[in-house]
Structure formats: structure tokens, C-alpha cells
């Protein structure tokens, strides 16, 4: 018998936050893609459009951590209708040492919506300009909100935009960034103008047309895309791009087949990008100057999700979370 720790969402919100150790966290796994050590099958991924819905599963070995987790992330977008959420999912943890199962972590995807945020938290370490004084975000949902709030811990900014095709969505989402961090925060009705008054801008969108521009780029600017994470989508015009002075991908293969990288190479863009954890890592250079323009896509890796999910049994097991069972 061996005893396996069974986490709900309560439990993981109780222990887990959106806070500097999970950045840290998340930041360490991008290092250790870096090293090449980390063994990451591609992302299986499937497309339902019959129910409007997609299911992506990801996992990650990384070196040196007591586990590695195997994600199921279903996404059917017609359940709000339902009067259920739009986004699921949990985590299974298992022994790095012995392959036995350690947790079953039945999240709902709340360690998924942490691990995101906080890696856009760590582009934004890395690769935003030193000083911000404005954010902006593209789109309206929970990683609107969520990847502000992570952005805020490492480039405290005193100011927030928001855009949304909805504009009482955006104007919500902006009253609930205000109240998080503590910041001015306002919807507004021109995204051109979102950009051209902000130094860091993230897009949170899953658009399958271009919702930002490259002739809204000005230098100083960075963005971060993590909207995209399904071949079809397209946050970016393929032409910013190419004017960026810097292009970052999470991981270059995904991104080639997922991300941003997808529309850019059918759009003749040649360049083969530095992935994030190679800029942490030193072994490629990052932002050269204040006035660089740079952008950073993130598809989600599951280096990130074994990441989260060792943390999260740590913390709970520190916490006293949870339920045990015996299997």
C-alpha cells in the first residue's frame, strides 16, 4: 500500500499563490529547459470543434526535482452556457525516483492559471524594459487579470489599461486589477492607443486574427503573447515580428507549431529565435538596450506544469492540506 495525497482547488488556493516563490518556481524550470536535460515530449493536443473545445496534455522530467507531473487541460468553450466553467483539468504527480504515483492534484486548472501568470512574470523579469510606469493588457478573462497582477511583482507599475472586444467586460476587468494590486487601472476603446502608452503589454486573446498591430510598436516596448497556444490562433501581426528587435519564444518547437512562430514563418519570417530559459540561462543575449522592442510568446510547457505541481505538494504537505488515500 502506499499513500497517495488527493488536493481539491480549496486546498491548492489555500497553499499555492500567485506570489514571488511561484515565479521563482516557474523561473527555475525555464532554466533547466535551457540545460537540455529536460526530457518534454511534444504537447498532445486535440482540437474538438464539433463541441467547441480543445484538450491539450503536457508533462516534463526535469532533473534534480522529486517529481513530474502529467496534465490534462480540457477547454469547452460552450459550458458557460451551461453554467459551468469554460476551463478544467488536473495534475497527476508521480515519483521522479520510482514512477509511483505521489498526488492527484484535481485543481480545475487553478495551478495551470498560477504557472501561467507567473511565467509571464519571468519574460517580463527578463525582458520588459527597467522601468514601467504603464501596463497594458489585450483581452478580458482570468489571465487578464492574472497575468497583470504577476507582472506587477517584478515591474511594479503605477498604471493599467485594458482592452476587450466586450467593453463592460474590460471595464470589470480593469475594477478588478485596481483592487488586486492596488494600482490606477481603466478600460479604454482604442487598443492602438493601449500600446502606445504602455511600456509592457500582454495579450491574453484567443484570437485566430492579429489584435495587435505592428504598426502600433514603438521602441521601449515589450510584449509578452500567451494567447496562442493552438494551431489556427494568432495574436500578433506577423509583421511585428519581424520589427521586433527581439523575438523570445518559451519553446521554440511549440511555438513553431502552436504560437506566434507559426503565422511568422508563413509569413517569411526567417530568424530562429532564443528560447526564454536560454536568456535566463545567459547562453543568449535578452533586451541589448531601454529602446529595444521585444516579444516573448508563450505556449505553455509542461516543464512548467511539473514545476507547479512539485511545489504545490510541497507546500500542502507543509500546509497539512489535503486528503491521504492508500492505493
Known amino acids: 500500500m502506499r499513500d497517495i495525497s488527493v488536493l481539491t482547488e480549496r486546498d491548492l488556493r489555500g497553499c499555492v499563490h500567485l506570489d514571488r516563490t511561484a515565479v521563482d518556481v516557474v523561473e527555475q524550470a525555464f532554466r533547466a529547459l535551457a540545460s537540455g536535460k529536460v526530457v518534454m515530449p511534444p504537447i498532445l493536443s486535440m482540437d474538438l470543434p464539433d463541441v467547441h473545445g480543445e484538450v491539450d496534455v503536457k508533462t516534463a522530467y526535469i532533473p534534480g526535482f522529486a517529481g513530474f507531473a502529467i496534465k490534462v487541460s480540457p477547454g469547452f468553450f460552450n459550458n458557460p452556457k451551461l453554467g459551468l466553467p469554460s476551463l478544467n483539468g488536473l495534475m497527476i504527480l508521480f515519483s521522479a525516483q520510482t514512477g509511483l504515483v505521489d498526488a492527484l492534484l484535481l485543481d480545475n486548472g487553478y495551478l495551470t492559471d498560477v504557472r501561467t501568470a507567473a511565467a509571464g512574470a519571468v519574460a517580463a523579469q527578463h525582458l520588459a524594459p527597467r522601468e514601467v510606469t504603464t501596463a497594458g493588457v489585450i483581452g478580458t478573462g482570468v489571465q487578464a487579470r492574472l497575468q497583470i497582477i504577476a507582472a506587477h511583482l517584478v515591474r511594479p507599475f503605477k498604471k493599467v489599461l485594458v482592452w476587450g472586444r466586450d467593453a463592460g467586460k474590460a471595464t470589470a476587468c480593469a475594477r478588478d486589477i485596481a483592487a488586486a494590486i492596488g494600482v490606477e487601472a481603466s478600460a479604454t476603446d482604442d487598443p492602438a492607443a493601449l500600446v502606445r502608452d504602455s511600456q509592457l503589454v500582454v495579450t491574453t486573446t484567443p484570437a485566430r486574427e492579429p489584435v495587435l498591430k505592428a504598426e502600433w510598436l514603438h521602441p521601449g516596448l515589450h ?20 520589427k521586433a528587435d527581439l523575438f523570445v519564444c518559451d519553446r521554440l518547437s511549440q511555438s513553431e507549431k502552436l504560437g506566434e512562430l507559426r503565422s511568422a514563418r508563413a509569413a517569411g519570417f526567417k530568424p530562429v529565435p532564443p ?53
Open 223 to 242: 510584449i509578452t503573447a500567451m494567447g496562442s497556444d493552438q494551431a489556427g490562433k494568432n495574436e500578433i501581426d506577423p509583421a511585428a515580428v519581424a
Open 275 to 327: 528560447e526564454l530559459g536560454e536568456i535566463i540561462a545567459a547562453a543568449k543575449p535578452g533586451r541589448r538596450a531601454d529602446g529595444d522592442i521585444t516579444i516573448c510568446d508563450l505556449t505553455g510547457t509542461g516543464a512548467q506544469d511539473t514545476a507547479i505541481a512539485t511545489h504545490a505538494l510541497a507546500a500542502a504537505r507543509k500546509a497539512g492540506a489535503g486528503a491521504v488515500i492508500q492505493a
